[in-house]
């Protein structure tokens, strides 16, 4: 069997940007180390769940490793609890949350609360990271800066509730409500309540907050939640694809979705899911990790965060570094490797927000039949050899070069 | 209603070859006739089951036909059965099977006894032909050379048994295990068992054996099982398509998939489903059927043998060769006709293996649209009209053409 690597650019698709004379900014970057892939091997575009329809991160990732996200997707936070590092039971409800600021009359101020720091929201997370509501088990854990995790356990629960983050400012935070008419989600939404109101309570006068009250700066004063989630019943990566793997990423949720499917989590200092990413570290986790494993998906998250703040131009620049530290990278890679490059979803640079455009993919490496494309972005793509595919068909063209897969039939 | 022939190229999908300059067999052999068949009709690339799965001849030919084979398929053993004449039962469990040698410990020396004649394969059968164990009779079916077919007729049967032919040499054979924790798929194995052991100790004293032992050649003295399965309960291939059809084919597998579909079986003589085939009496046949019915499937194993056996200089002769024959056929087909070509699956030639690769398909015909492919190859095909599509839309496509298919909806 052959090796082969995955390399994930978060939010890669783009569209004409006015910035870059109406180039996307993948045609802008034209990198060429890509460009070489793409002319050396095949291409195609992937509608990454299905033609026009918009995707997170977490659906993205799950549809690229070849579950339908249609099929096991119940929400993001049991991805965000297990890439934090958390144990998730099979009845475990998950939710992802932020620190956010409210004020007296419950408006939402501060999705965020000032992206207050690691530090302070650490010691505010203690003093509400572990309670017991009506019998369920409620345990906050953060994660980095106003971001964490909150686990419900315990019988008779349910992910089938409302988000409390309303996405925009200026709106009354409403408590979580029942999403369905069964008993289990009414408890679970009773539960949240309870517990988020004690949290804000127990907020509101924790010395951090008084401290940032003082200092003129947004208290963390609301546990914001979205995303409730039990963990998905996966069946494991390799039993799907005859190989064991890893995953090279800083942020929690991709290493979440990776965890789900029983792929192992490299450690990479420095690693951090942002634009000061250690990009040469994760290359060199590869490198380690395929020495003990057959596959390894790389997910490079800068190029969506650029992409929701609206920076186009650095986008480009951000696909070039990339592209230049993985021809760095290919040099050390073993023979009869595959690769393939694609992102989980389009982040139009100048919108700032995900859409359903389809995303660029190549595949490249000794058994791969080539086609006529000789560059690697959304236009050129589209008249790849690999035609127009779905995000859960990229991982069995990847292990079917790498000869991973069995026969059906005979 | 027009007429439709769907030509088989078994194998025929390939990549790169290094002893082909870098091309694949039909980029190199760059067949005139299928050439001008894809100038004027319309191309595409097929998945034969879905992108990326390496399939069989067995589910290849029932996706072409047009029938899932994740919904149909049991096993190659049915198939087989039904191409080697056998009638079945809805509940009888059959198997593949070849004549193999092992040693006194049960290792398996050679999965075909030395490639054992017909004759003497022939005289073997009749000693093992027909047993009853514990109430089931078991029919064992000599074919051609060292292949048969077993059949198990009786209540309480499973298809849920694993198979025995280890498909190599040097191990000990096991015996057939349940699969499930069934009742009959225990029942089974056990009958199997039993029938096999008593087969072997009236093998080993045959005369034919002994004489082979003495003349230093392996004796056929074990019965390889695999592929058990039940017959599929195929919809009609007439009521899927309102057209009655035939199958020119060599091997049995074909003729049996084709049966189960309720296509007639063409008698051509001479045609072996080998190198040396009958590739002109195939063509006349087709003609002669086409008299009769209103589709063909004509089937044509060599290529896919030449891919098996590493040797892409003779797959680009068959090819060149096949495409003549087929040009000489076209002039004598009615007017009106519609034709397609493609391949079951990928075998690349290099590797020797079935893999997941798509196969080319072109189709020809006073109807088809057309587009600006004017080769017919793997890459060539990827830029075509039809785009990337299934095995199972194949057949709708071809059907469509002929103007035999029934409006759904008004």
């Given at each position: 069997m052959m090796k082969a690597v995955l390399i994930v650019l978060d939010g890669l698709g783009d569209r004409r940007c006015r910035a870059l004379n109406g180039l996307t900014p993948l045609q802008a970057a034209s990198p060429s180390f890509f460009d070489r892939l793409a002319a050396e091997g095949e291409t195609g575009i992937v509608d990454v769940v299905s033609p026009g329809v918009p995707n997170g991160s977490d659906t993205g990732h799950l549809a690229l490793l070849g579950y339908d996200p249609h099929k096991y997707y119940t929400g993001r936070g049991p991805f965000e609890a297990l890439g934090a590092g958390l144990h998730l039971d099979k009845k475990d409800v998950a939710l992802r949350c932020n620190f956010g600021t409210v004020d007296s009359g419950s408006v939402l101020v501060d999705r965020r609360a000032g992206?207050?720091?690691?530090?302070?929201?650490?010691?505010?997370?203690?003093?509400?990271?572990?309670?017991?509501?009506?019998?369920v088990k409620v345990l906050f854990k953060h994660t980095v800066e106003h971001r964490g995790v909150l686990l419900l356990r315990g019988d008779g629960l349910s992910h089938r509730v409302s988000n409390v983050d309303?996405?925009?400012?200026?709106?009354?935070?409403?408590?979580?409500?029942?999403?369905?008419?069964?008993?289990?989600?009414?408890?679970?939404?009773e539960v949240l309540t309870r517990y988020l109101?004690?949290?804000?309570?127990?907020?509101?006068?924790?010395?951090?907050?008084?401290?940032r009250v003082e200092q003129g700066l947004p208290p963390a004063n609301f546990i914001l939640t979205r995303g409730a989630g039990v963990k998905?019943?996966?069946?494991?990566?390799?039993?799907?694809y005859g190989m064991?793997?890893?995953v090279v990423a800083g942020g929690a949720l991709y290493k979440g979705v990776c965890k789900a499917a029983g792929l192992d989590v490299a450690l990479v200092e420095g690693a951090t899911g942002t634009v000061n990413t250690n990009l040469d570290g994760k290359a060199a986790a590869v490198l380690e990790h395929l020495k003990r494993h057959d596959f390894v998906l790389l997910h490079i998250k800068a190029t969506d965060t650029l992409s929701h703040d609206k920076k186009p131009a650095e986008k480009v620049m951000m696909i070039k570094k990339v592209s230049d530290v993985l021809k760095k990278m290919l040099e050390e890679l073993p023979d009869g490797i595959h690769l393939a490059v694609t992102g989980d979803h389009t982040t139009p640079s100048e919108l700032g927000e995900h859409r359903g455009d389809p995303v660029p993919l190549l595949v490249w490496g000794p058994q791969v039949r080539g086609d006529m494309v000789n560059s690697f972005n959304e236009v050129s793509c589209s008249r790849g050899g690999l035609g127009r595919i779905r995000g859960v068909d990229v991982m069995p063209i990847l292990a079917n070069?790498?000869?991973?897969?069995?026969?059906?039939?005979e």
């Open positions: 992206r207050i720091s690691s530090e302070e929201a650490g010691k505010l997370a203690e003093s509400v990271g572990a309670m017991e509501v009506e019998g309303p996405h925009s400012t200026g709106t009354v935070v409403a408590m979580p409500k029942p999403l369905d008419g069964s008993r289990e989600a009414r408890f679970t939404a109101t004690e949290a804000r309570r127990i907020l509101e006068t924790h010395p951090v907050n008084l401290r998905p019943d996966l069946p494991s990566f390799e039993s799907k064991r793997g890893s070069y790498a000869g991973a897969l069995e026969l059906f039939g």
